[in-house]
């Protein structure tokens, strides 16, 4: 840890952690590959507990473990580490539903994690602006809930070794922001675009803070997008506006973000991370959290 070192907050980074797994598995649990869609859809609006005896986490909070274990052994994001971890993460398990371009990178990194530097610029030709460094980062927000812009800061740095589109790493941002504000009981929307660099994610951020809180997540899933893109733009501003609908209830802030469908594990991920950072897990049903795969 060096001199300029913000000192984190373990506590409100582990609730963080753990209400994102929590969403990240019951999120999941909405997939078609899980239920039928219409049958998803009636379960969800009928508040009906998914009856599978486990619920599984998926790559949302294996990155995310990644990135806790890097903050907790050198105080802050240290890149080449990360990237490292990162793909120990993939290659301890690829069958967590990582994206296209992970399953490109990250085997690359498992033997010359250094060489982020160079690979993830050229994902998709200009580097990913998918919502994987937002979908992890929430409890690093937490973490630095004293300093936002250092949240912020490190937030970037966390994105950039896999996501280098200024969009993903905007997606990062917000969503630090969001998990920092929320411990400092301050989150708003316009508070989260106040610290988000320009452009879409931003714009999508001040969007949602427009949309009443009295919409239906369906609806403004519709206005805002469910992260069936899987573009951080398409994912963030509907994620945090549940979040900021819900702020003090985890257990109603993931059902109302399961109503949005799409990249259900992800946007239920986020939400988590950014509400549970406050909350912890206390107010969910004590079968929800046996049900959740265990982090450890
Ligand atoms: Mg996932």
Excluded: K
């Amino acid at each position: 840890m060096n001199s300029t070192t913000v000192p984190g907050d373990r506590a409100a980074a582990r609730r963080s952690l753990e209400a994102l797994a929590l969403g990240d598995a019951f999120g999941e649990r909405w997939f078609p590959l899980f239920r039928p869609p219409r049958q998803a859809y009636a379960e969800v609006r009928a508040r009906r507990t998914p009856h599978e005896p486990v619920w599984h986490w998926t790559d949302d909070t294996a990155l995310a473990l990644a990135l806790q274990r890097v903050l907790d052994e050198y105080g802050e994001v240290e890149q080449d580490r990360l990237a490292l971890y990162y793909a120990l993460a993939f290659d301890a398990d690829q069958a967590r539903g990582y994206g296209h371009g992970m399953h490109m990178l990250l085997p690359l990194l498992l033997s010359a994690p250094a060489d982020w530097r160079t690979l993830a610029p050229t994902l998709f030709e200009g580097g990913s602006l998918g919502n994987g460094a937002a979908m992890r980062v929430a409890p690093l927000g937490a973490r630095f809930h004293a300093d936002l812009g250092h949240a912020a800061e490190q937030a970037e740095l966390s994105a950039v070794v896999t996501h280098s589109h200024p969009e993903g790493v905007a997606g990062a941002v917000a969503v630090a922001v969001a998990a920092a504000l929320s411990v400092r009981g301050e989150f708003t929307l316009d508070a989260v675009a106040e610290r988000t660099p320009a452009g879409l994610v931003r714009d999508g951020v001040l969007r949602a803070a427009e949309v009443p809180f009295a919409t239906e997540p369906w609806q403004a899933a519709d206005l805002l997008g469910n992260g069936h893109r899987i573009r951080a733009d398409d994912t963030v501003p509907f994620a945090l506006w549940t979040a900021a609908r819900h702020q003090g209830d985890l257990e109603a802030a993931l059902w109302a973000t399961a109503e949005g469908f799409g990249d259900v594990d992800t946007t239920c991920a986020i939400t988590g991370g950014v509400v549970g950072a406050a909350t912890g897990m206390d107010g969910v049903p004590a079968e929800w959290r046996l049900r959740r795969e265990p982090l450890d």
